[in-house]
Nanobody, 118 residues
Framework: QVQLVESGGGLVQAGGSLTLSCAASGKILSNNAMGWYRQAPGKQRELVAEITSGGNTNYVDSVKGRFTISRDNAKNTVYLQMNSLKAEDTAVYYC????????????WGQGTQVTVSS
């Protein structure tokens, strides 16, 4: 089992910045990926950004150049630096941890609200 605790959400004006953090604890296996997903009202949950334990990253096109994902493997923590925020970034952001090799496992955080006012 892996537990994920998120922090850093809140209310920000358009053009502003926020940093989300997610700390993982429990049975942390190697060859994993940590990422952030978001879900806006009436929309499906979508991947925002992901980073593997080896440091490879992946971003959804709409946040490229504005968001940066990073991780501290010693602390089992992933960060999402969000700059130039837009109203359309408003959503509940969920931290995710998944194992990339067998045994495959997938865990979610409780979610943190990000609201961008225009």
């Amino acid at each position: 089992q892996v537990q994920l605790v998120e922090s850093g959400g809140g209310l920000v004006q358009a053009g502003g910045s926020l940093t989300l953090s997610c700390a993982a604890s429990g049975k942390i296996l190697s060859n994993n990926a940590m990422g952030w997903y978001r879900q806006a009202p009436g929309k499906q949950r979508e991947l925002v950004a992901e980073i593997t334990s080896g440091g490879n990253t992946n971003y959804v096109d709409s946040v490229k150049g504005r968001f940066t994902i990073s991780r501290d493997n010693a602390k089992n923590t992933v960060y999402l630096q969000m700059n130039s925020l837009k109203a359309e970034d408003t959503a509940v952001y969920y931290c995710n941890w998944r194992r990339r090799l067998a045994p495959y496992e997938n865990y979610w955080g409780q979610g943190t609200q990000v609201t961008v006012s225009s």
